[in-house]
């Protein structure tokens, strides 16, 4: 496993969270997949394992185009740490929801590990959470945007489904 100093994992991550706010942004989600290698893996604990840049594609693309990824305008890193040994960057993404209408912040966050594999390429993205939170939290937001008529024809049939 090759060894990368900490100013060019850091560089790498923070390119990487320029990116993600930019496709984010602009609604380009199959840009995602370009930060990764030809061969990367994605574990997505709730959706399974993604191998190869272009099954993460149609999985990001399918997922953050439809409720309530739909919904989600950006991904902050709460706080980040650096392995320089093994070339990885672990974080906490915060997964926003717009705001529904009452001013407050909503979302819930998940543990990232990266694997870094040169070039500003990633070879491997973990995602750790616990879906029952994301879950309650999407139908709490959804739930006031119902309130505030900021809930779509595609969140309603979701809501529909979730009220529980």
């Not at 990266?114 to 993205?125: F, H, P, Q, R, V």
């Not at 973990?126 to 900021?150: C, I, Q, S």
């Amino acid at each position: 496993m090759p060894t990368y100093a900490r100013t060019e994992l850091e560089s790498a991550f923070q390119h990487y969270q320029d990116e993600v706010a930019g496709i984010a942004s602009s609604g380009e989600w199959s840009r995602f997949a370009d930060l990764f290698t030809e061969d990367a893996t994605y574990v997505e604990h709730a959706y399974g394992t993604f191998n190869g840049r272009e099954q993460i594609r149609d999985w990001i693309v399918r997922t953050m185009t439809t409720f309530p990824g739909s919904e989600m305008p950006g991904f902050p890193i709460e706080w980040y740490v650096v392995d320089e040994e093994r070339g990885r960057i672990v974080c906490e993404v915060w997964n926003d929801l717009r705001d529904p209408g009452d001013g407050a912040r909503h979302g819930a966050s998940n543990l990232t590990i990266l694997t870094y594999a040169g070039d500003n390429l990633w070879s491997c993205e973990e995602d750790v959470y616990n879906p029952a939170t994301f879950l309650r939290a999407t139908r709490k937001w959804a739930k006031v945007a119902a309130t505030n008529g900021e809930l779509g024809a595609d969140g309603e049939a979701w809501l529909e489904m979730f009220a529980r």
